[in-house]
């Protein structure tokens, strides 16, 4: 069974002063809280056991607007990241969640015009590995960027300064069980955080790394507040799925 992880932690310094009131995860995107899209991607493509990870100090408030999940048809768990080191750091906390099974995993602040389900179809029909998504973005310098080979990803730089390819990994992946040691052997950042695209290189030197597209338009609406209006123009424009 598919197990679904949000992550919804990190301080939202970048969306201040908005964030001294509320986590960026519970903006108002569209006309729902942020994190519903999150949500909703999973429970479409049929993923109902979902854990929500965040900071201490806004756990209650994802408590008070989700509650137990039987709005959303689905069970919500919730873990508490007690400093926030990064995406792996974060994951790490879903080991005991996942039971040993494969999850799917969303950063809360990723927007989609589409859904997913596509992605998640075709992690079903791998034997083993991971797969992230990867959408064509004009600025690709600002992202993770994945260089391609067939259906394989030969290379992953993080914010590159000449980008090899203007294909931009966005805040979505699914993994097998063996996620979790592979960031038990992952060494802190420059900038002093576990990063995801470590755990994406180790799949990805192993040969286990593949991908499927985004497909209509993605942003990380965490990032800027031009972002964060651009996310609320595309849920409120998108069909409904």
């Not at 990064?86 to 999850?103: C, N, P, S, T």
């Not at 179809?121 to 994945?146: I, N, S, T, W």
Request: proline share 4%; hydrophobic share 40%; net charge negative.
């Amino acid at each position: 069974m598919l197990r679904g992880v949000i992550l919804a932690g990190g301080l939202g310094t970048r969306l201040h002063p908005l964030t001294k009131v509320t986590s960026k995860h519970l903006l108002p995107v569209g006309n729902e809280p942020m994190i519903f899209h999150s949500v909703k991607q999973l429970t479409t493509a049929g993923i109902t056991d979902i854990l929500i990870v965040t900071n201490p100090e806004y756990v209650g408030a994802f408590v008070s607007t989700l509650g137990s999940g039987k709005e959303f048809e689905c069970e919500f768990t919730y873990r508490v990241q007690e400093e926030a080191k990064g995406i792996a750091h974060a994951l790490a906390l879903a080991e005991g969640f996942a039971a040993g099974g494969k999850i799917a995993v969303l950063l809360g602040d990723n927007i989609f015009e589409a859904p997913i389900h596509h992605a998640v179809f075709d992690f079903h029909a791998q034997q083993a590995g991971a797969r992230v998504m990867l959408k064509e973005v004009e600025d690709p310098e600002h992202y993770g960027v994945a260089t391609l080979d067939g259906n394989r990803i030969v290379a992953i730089e993080e914010k590159p300064r000449y980008p090899k390819s203007n294909y931009a990994v966005v805040g979505v992946y699914f993994y097998d069980a063996s996620v979790f040691d592979i960031i038990r052997t992952v060494e802190p950042s420059a900038r002093g955080e576990y990063e995801i695209t470590d755990v994406n290189n180790a799949y990805m030197y192993r040969g286990d790394l593949e991908y499927s597209f985004v497909r209509g338009k993605w942003v990380d609406a965490g990032t800027t507040f031009d972002s964060l209006t651009e996310a609320h123009q595309i849920l409120l424009n998108a069909a409904d799925w």
